[in-house]
């Protein structure tokens, strides 16, 4: 089968398609003919080989020479053990292996995956839809949840608001009744507002840590100023949560988030999400109508490196897919 492999950390320069060998699945594995794949940060991060990523996936190399977590697509095979899934099926999900061991292999024609990270795809979504979905969904749902359910006239500010996460979080937020206020670029105002934004800012042109303004909810999808900024913007009861950006900056929301979670009635820290968490009620919402997956731009499976070049320009808006 096709695949992108890398066997080396660096840029989008190291991807090469190359011929490999067709995946087996194991007694509670499917063998995914995968339609359509998307990328992720994350998938970003263990192409560099940061910090964060290199204790996962070798300090030297990686082990996983295949990348992509999040796929689409119809299943080809099923293990001995397999009961949720029967060839044929057309499924998507976040590709999880065991405990301590992230799942990769998205970015080729096959991929195997446990049978329950693999969801039935509603015949409502398409394939690029679907793929858009898992991890950036999950990190949205848990970041508008990291304080508790959202209530209607909340005021909730999302930094970041242009991107994967962000155009989901902007809907899902609106769907609860809060008031939104989105932060990014001036080139995605326009797609924000349509999402539904109540107000938006342009990082560029004003620091909304600085304006007054004071919010309930800050989700936090770029990281780029201190955490204490972020908390001079918060409600006296308001919350924090970081999901992406600089990892300098991650680090110290999670240690000095800590400190003021216990000290103080403001709650701040980094918001995680197990794979494919909440994904039932996303699907819910995109068959209502309530939300619409962002698809900015697609790619070929052999220009995937391109992919990672216009995903690093920082400038798409919502998801960047990849079809075989």
Wanted: aromatic share 8%; glycine share 12%; proline share 3%.
């Amino acid at each position: 089968m096709k695949a992108i492999v890398y066997n080396k950390y660096g840029s989008p320069d190291v991807l090469k398609l190359q011929e490999v060998d067709k995946p087996v699945p194991m007694d509670d594995e499917v063998l995914v003919a995968v339609t359509t794949a998307s990328i992720n940060s994350w998938d970003v991060d263990f192409l560099r080989g940061s910090l964060l990523a290199r204790p996962f996936e070798g300090f030297l190399r990686p082990k996983h020479k295949i990348l992509g977590t999040d796929v689409a697509g119809r299943v080809e095979a099923v293990g001995s053990n397999v009961t949720l899934h029967n060839v044929g099926d057309e499924v998507f999900g976040e590709v999880s292996k065991r405990l301590l061991s992230i799942g990769w292999g998205g970015f080729a024609e096959f991929v195997c995956a446990r049978e329950s990270s693999m969801l039935k795809k509603p015949a409502s979504l398409t394939f690029e839809q679907a793929a858009a979905l898992p991890q950036v969904g999950a990190l949205a749902l848990g970041a508008l949840r990291f304080n508790g359910q959202i209530q209607p006239g909340q005021k909730v500010l999302i930094n970041g608001a242009g991107g994967g996460v962000g155009t989901l979080a902007v809907q899902i937020a609106k769907s609860f009744g809060a008031e939104v206020t989105g932060v990014d670029s001036a080139s995605k105002r326009d797609v924000v507002r349509s999402l539904g934004a109540d107000h938006f800012i342009d990082y560029a042109q004003e620091d909304f840590t600085k304006n007054g303004q004071r919010y309930d909810l800050i989700v936090d999808v770029a990281a780029s100023r201190s955490t204490f900024d972020y908390k001079r913007a918060l409600s006296p009861t308001g919350a924090y949560g970081v999901i992406g950006g600089s990892q300098a900056r991650f680090f110290q929301a999670e240690l000095v988030g800590r400190f003021v979670s216990m000290l103080g009635r403001k709650k701040m820290g980094t918001v995680g999400a197990k794979p494919n968490e909440g994904l039932d009620l996303l699907v819910g919402m995109i068959e209502a109508g309530t939300v619409v997956p962002v698809i900015d731009r697609r790619f070929t499976l052999s220009e995937t490196a391109d992919a990672f070049r216009y995903f690093l320009e920082g400038t798409f808006t919502g998801k960047i897919v990849i079809t075989m």
